[in-house]
């Protein structure tokens, strides 16, 4: 298994672009999740998903659309990138809502 | 789903015992406690969680008081690779998978 897999590692923006952070999980889990961690803080919950189809947002949802189209698979949107959103993207994922969860090993973007 | 507390930092020396706690006084009877740690610029990393029982793994042991509002991490031999922020999460069975994070407590241990 490669666990959670997000594409690309590093990334540079410039403000108004858009791209799509992409995750990829290979152990049939149903619950996936992104995540957002600026410089010397906690992370925020984006959206989250509870199975293909299905998605909801999270705590800082605005900036973001995802959809989940597949179980394995499940990209997060940057409409029109924004300074602001320079972070740490991390996505995860859970067998089931009970378990522990799986996280990938980040995508760090720069919107300059 | 319930808030916890936790100490801000924590110092603990190599190869001693590591208690983390945690405070979550308003937690309900079907809310889990969660731990995750984050090493440095890594993806947090799961680490056990348990409703009312302790519960030990090859990571850590989690004690969760009889009246289920406080609990603690113990890693039992703590090595440098353990520095990291460590968080206490409370989470509902009912709640659809969704993860909140706080600010974890930093565990430095020292040689």
């Known amino acids: 298994n490669a666990g959670v897999t997000q594409t690309p590692k590093f990334q540079v923006l410039k403000t108004g672009q858009s791209m799509t952070l992409q995750c990829a999980q290979d152990m049939n889990h149903e619950y996936m999740s992104w995540y957002r961690q600026d410089p010397g803080m906690g992370l925020r919950l984006i959206h989250y998903s509870v199975g293909a189809g299905i998605t909801d947002q999270g705590e800082v949802p605005n900036g973001y659309n995802v959809s989940r189209s597949t179980t394995e698979d499940f990209p997060l949107r940057l409409l029109s990138a924004a300074p602001s959103q320079t972070s740490v993207y991390f996505c995860a994922s859970s067998y089931t809502k009970d378990l522990g969860y799986t996280f990938g090993s980040g995508t760090r973007l720069t919107v300059v | 789903d319930a808030k916890t507390t936790q100490p801000t930092s924590m110092d603990c020396a190599e190869g001693r015992a590591a208690n983390l706690p945690c405070n979550h006084s308003?937690?309900?009877?079907?809310?889990?406690v969660y731990w995750y740690r984050q090493i440095h610029s890594q993806g947090p990393q799961y680490i056990i969680h348990?409703?009312?029982n302790n519960e030990t793994n090859e990571m850590a042991s989690l004690i969760i008081t009889e009246d289920r509002k406080s609990s603690t991490l113990i890693l039992p031999h703590a090595t440098l690779r353990d520095t990291a922020v460590y968080y206490c999460i409370v989470r509902a069975s009912s709640n659809t998978g969704k993860l909140i994070f706080g600010q974890g407590t930093t565990l430095q241990v020292k040689p």
């Open positions: 348990g409703l009312k």
């Open positions: 308003t937690i309900s009877g079907n809310e889990y």
